[in-house]
């Protein structure tokens, strides 16, 4: 049977000034190829130009709100993903025109080669944000705590490293019968740390709203110790939609907690995890993992299984019992999303007795 390929096909790949395109026809010849702006109506005349027409690009910063433009214009849209598209990476004579016509020859002959990914939506998204703000600031906190430790341990100060949200005032009570002019120093830095905490837990404040808003199934997930409002909403707005796997299991390759595989003839080697998927999700659900397996985390199935890999040894037996427990918790928090189930600590082995 002969195949139907689309009238027209573009490969879009994207910058943040301009975007280079390739469009094809139903028998595979270019018929345009050139840059755009990266504004909206750079993006409806090509729409019009071409309408109904076949659009496939790279994911990335602009991928999202590019794609779901595509979609309310009518069009056929898929975002690839970078990773598995290897034909790209591979070209000895990369650039963003070769990219953008690897992208439409791949769209056109079978869009699956793409992996294509799912954006999520416009409100998720923007709900979504609010988590990765407050990273950010997290982040930002740390560094300059982290800054003013070292600064003052090249003085010949030592400061306790207490919890990041008392730093300030251990560090200001300190100084202040230590050597007050270095403290005169640090206030303005120290400042900032005050106004970066009451940011983060101002940021707190409304995602904990937000999950009892707009995203009540979060409360599924927060039955688990270790799992919080942030790692919840977090799951629950990268995962979208628990139905979309076949398998509850399929929702740990999915966030990249599986290891990789290099299997040629004889030769069957299991590499590192793959790292797919969301990485700030994934990073929360090892931080999850980490408390579970610490020593105040409760007694529950998901400790005693990681706690029996670390007992087995071996190299890296607790980082590996950690990844261990983070991909079973992934799996755990899906199926009582999907099931909306009150979670059981000790299911599996209540089951057994």
Not at 98 to 119: F, K, N, Q
Not at 187 to 204: A, G, K, N, Y
Not at 258 to 286: F, W
Request: contains cysteine.
């Amino acid at each position: 049977m002969k195949p139907k390929f689309p009238t027209v096909t573009i490969g879009l790949d994207l910058g943040d000034k301009k975007h280079a395109i390739c469009v094809l026809n139903s028998a595979g010849e270019i018929i345009d190829e050139r840059t755009i702006t990266n504004h909206r109506e750079s993006l409806r005349r090509l729409s019009q130009k071409y309408p109904g027409s076949r659009i496939a690009m790279e994911v990335g910063s602009h991928s999202p709100w590019i794609s779901r433009f595509f979609k309310a214009l009518g069009h056929e849209v898929f975002v690839a993903n970078p990773r598995k598209l290897r034909a790209i990476y591979a070209n000895n004579r990369k650039s963003d025109q070769s990219d953008a016509y690897m992208i439409a020859r791949l769209a056109r002959v079978d869009p699956t080669l793409l992996s294509p990914i799912e954006h999520s939506t416009e409100e998720a998204q923007r709900d979504l944000l609010q988590v990765k703000l407050r990273d950010n600031l997290v982040r930002q906190r740390v560094d300059i705590i982290s800054s003013i430790r070292f600064t003052l341990k090249s003085m010949g100060v030592m400061v306790a490293s207490p919890n990041t949200t008392c730093f300030t005032k251990r560090c200001r009570k300190s100084l202040a019968g230590v050597d007050p002019k270095l403290l005169a120093m640090c206030e303005p830095s120290l400042r900032v740390v005050d106004e970066l905490t009451q940011s983060i837990r101002e940021l707190e404040r409304r995602i904990e709203e937000l999950c009892a808003e707009a995203y009540p199934e979060t409360e599924f997930l927060q039955q688990i110790p270790g799992v919080g409002p942030i790692t919840a909403l977090s799951f629950v707005l990268t995962i979208g939609d628990p139905a979309r796997f076949d398998s509850m299991r399929d929702v740990a390759p999915y966030l990249g907690l599986v290891p990789k595989r290099d299997q040629s003839g004889e030769t069957d080697r299991r590499l590192g995890i793959s790292k797919a998927g969301d990485a700030y999700l994934r990073r929360l659900l090892v931080s999850a993992a980490q408390y579970i397996l610490g020593p105040f985390g409760p007694d529950c199935d998901l400790k005693r299984h990681g706690l029996h890999l670390v007992a087995r040894g071996g190299r890296g037996a607790k980082k590996k019992a950690v990844v261990a427990v983070a991909r079973k918790l992934s799996v755990l928090m899906l199926t009582l999303w999907y099931r909306e189930e009150i979670y059981e600590p000790l299911h599996n082995h209540s089951a057994a007795a």
